[in-house]
């Protein structure tokens, strides 16, 4: 398969930063980054990130509202079953642009995953993804990235004191399930209609629980 040595390479470096704790011992902390307009960055210019926080290092996710060009049959030449389909790879960020990152949708935690929704994982199981590649419907639940994005610690919590990213809570309907195309025009009214009838919506979040500590992003 194509890239598999630089993705178990990419997420193996991920897994490290996460620590010792298996998926099935941490709590699901995601988030979504929702680009502001005014954030003119090319690598996150209305984008949509989906943002877990391990116990160790910063935070990490991936882009979800940015297919790119190449199909996975083309990316995964030798999995007949995918021969034909039209599902593409997703940029992920701007890290390690040459290596996949994978998240599954999957009642059971894979073999080395870190938890980032109920029943979502990162993982680098790779016996995991051939098995999957076999089923009937061999892509879903399934999301290919090229790349990652992520942040130093504390680094993210400015960018959002800084205005750059608005904060909502994450779902896996809004990953797996809906267009990417009409993912960020979504979640941005949705978030500047919050952040208008609150103090902000990292504040309201925080107030309400959703993260798992107030140190999520530190």
Do not use: C
């Not at 080395?112 to 995991?128: K, W």
């Amino acid at each position: 398969m194509w890239f598999f040595p630089r993705f178990f390479l990419i997420f193996a470096a991920l897994a490290a930063l996460a620590g010792p704790a298996s998926a099935a011992e941490t709590q699901a902390n995601a988030i979504f980054l929702v680009a502001k307009r005014e954030l003119s960055d090319p690598n996150f210019r209305e984008t949509v990130v989906l943002v877990t926080h391990p116990p160790q290092g910063g935070p990490f996710g991936v882009i979800v509202n940015r297919p790119l060009g190449a199909r996975l049959s083309e990316v995964f030449t030798d999995q007949p079953l995918l021969q034909g389909r039209k599902e593409v790879l997703y940029y992920g960020g701007p890290v390690g642009r040459q290596g996949l990152v994978f998240l599954v949708r999957s009642s059971t935690p894979p073999q080395g995953a870190t938890l980032a929704l109920r029943d979502v994982f990162f993982t680098s199981d790779i016996e995991m993804i051939e098995k999957l590649f076999q089923r009937k419907d061999p892509l879903a639940g399934l999301r290919v990235f090229a790349g990652y994005s992520g942040w130093a610690p504390g680094q993210l919590q400015n960018e959002i004191a800084r205005g750059g990213w608005l904060v909502v809570p994450a779902d896996a309907e809004s990953v797996f399930d809906k267009d990417p195309a009409g993912l960020w025009p979504e979640l941005i009214e949705r978030a500047t209609a919050r952040q208008a009838r609150t103090d902000g919506a990292a504040g309201e979040l925080l107030s309400q629980g959703l993260y798992q500590s107030q140190n999520l992003l530190y």
